[in-house]
């Protein structure tokens, strides 16, 4: 089992930047599929970037050559940098692992970003 602990959430103004952190703990890390995912009130939970195992990375059209997803294996942690914030960033992100060997899956608390000025 893993347990996931998002933070770096905040209030940004347009055109700013934001970090968040995904901490885990329980099973190994690098076992894990890692992504982040964002819901906005209204909207459906959507992929906005994601790691595998292996390390290679995927963004949403909206989000590419803005975001940028990372791990730290050793700390156990995935970022998410965000840069050029626009208010239809504005949203709930969640952190999730997924393990395809097993099928299981597991999500974080989430964490509020807020765009606005």
């Known amino acids: 089992q893993v347990q996931l602990v998002e933070s770096g959430g905040g209030l940004v103004h347009p055109g700013g930047s934001l970090t968040l952190s995904c901490a885990a703990s329980?099973?190994?890390?690098?076992?894990?599929?890692m992504g982040w995912y964002r819901q906005a009130p209204g909207n459906q939970r959507e992929l906005v970037a994601s790691?595998?195992?292996?390390?290679?990375?995927n963004y949403a059209d909206s989000v590419k050559g803005r975001f940028t997803i990372s791990r730290d294996i050793a700390k156990r942690t995935v970022y998410l940098q965000m840069n050029s914030l626009k208010p239809e960033d504005a949203a709930v992100y969640y952190c999730?692992?997924?393990?395809?060997?097993?099928?299981?899956?597991?999500w974080g608390q989430g964490t509020q970003v807020t765009v606005s000025s």
């Open positions: 790691i595998t195992a292996s390390g290679s990375t």
């Open positions: 329980g099973d190994i890390f690098s076992r894990y599929h």
């Open positions: 999730r692992a997924f393990k395809a060997l097993t099928g299981f899956m597991y």
